[in-house]
């Protein structure tokens, strides 16, 4: 064998070396989402409350027949240092459907769309189905940082690196944004006022999403209806047409949120959105 043809055979070796390597990354990832879902965990110090949206769009959407995940989890400071029973974490019980949420038929800019949420139980710890901080969500939190894909391995406070769209311009995106898709996230304080720390990530590389910290649901509302809201304006309180972002809004009021806008632009199948938001201690 030739010293080239060697040279050839270690080349494709390597590459296939990687290429597995890569496969069996993909492959845990996998299988991570499924564990976790029946996985709970309880801790002392934080209450948490992690919920899932799905979106499917109706032919009235230029998008349809796209659809999107919302995957939010939610990380704030307990009222006090020990639970009632009622606060207990309860075990999700798969032989009641209404756990599993169901469809419900909603319209935004005139436009139709159906929506099926997995337990947001409104800022309460007792959630269902799966409980945050459970070991595969360690796991997959090492993976992702040693793959870049995460800035710490801090499991209460989720960090993403910052990554602008750039399939088009942040004019393109303002101008897409009046008839684009919105979700409303509450944020779970106990203080009147608090410090929040947030990341957000879609997997879709071809479009941008925006961020925006709104004063309560009414701008959500307003938002639905006219294309137009109010939102903090402070350094770190909103981001636009990005792929990834982390960043910190000071200063949050009670009642207030976070709205995610995503815009009518959306070429695959589904689209998953991430979203992780931590009060800071004050």
Not at 9 to 37: C, P, R, W
Not at 48 to 70: E, Q
Not at 90 to 112: A, Q, R
Request: with cysteine.
């Amino acid at each position: 064998m030739s010293v080239l043809s060697q040279k050839s055979s270690f080349s494709k070796l390597k590459n296939m070396k990687i290429l597995l390597a890569v496969v069996g990354i993909a492959a845990i990832l996998a299988a991570l989402d499924v564990v976790e879902f029946y996985m709970p965990m309880e801790f002392d110090d934080m209450s948490v409350n992690r919920h899932s949206l799905y979106v499917h769009l109706d032919p009235v959407w230029a998008s349809y027949p796209s659809n999107i995940v919302f995957d939010v989890t939610s990380t704030w400071n307990k009222s006090n240092a020990t639970m009632d029973e009622s606060q207990k974490y309860v075990p999700f019980d798969e032989t009641i459907p209404e756990n599993y949420g169901k469809n419900e038929l909603d319209t935004m800019h005139d436009k139709s769309f159906v929506r099926l949420s997995h337990q947001n139980n409104q800022c309460q710890y007792n959630f269902q189905p799966h409980h945050y901080r459970s070991t595969v969500d360690v796991i997959r939190q090492n993976i992702e940082v040693a793959m870049g894909l995460q800035l710490t391995n801090d499991p209460y406070n989720i960090q993403f690196p910052n990554v602008k769209n750039t399939s088009y311009s942040d004019s393109d995106q303002e101008s897409k944004l009046p008839t684009a898709f919105a979700h409303f996230i509450p944020i779970c304080m106990i203080n009147d006022i608090s410090n929040f720390d947030y990341s957000i990530r879609i997997d879709d590389k071809t479009i941008g999403a925006n961020l925006y910290f709104v004063p309560s649901i009414s701008e959500f509302n307003s938002y639905k209806e006219t294309g137009t809201f109010f939102y903090y304006t402070e350094s770190g309180c909103f981001a636009k047409n990005l792929i990834s972002h982390s960043g910190t809004c000071s200063n949050v009021s009670k009642d207030s949120g976070i709205m995610i806008i995503i815009p009518d632009d959306i070429s695959r199948s589904l689209v998953k959105t991430t979203v992780n938001i931590y009060e800071k201690s004050v």
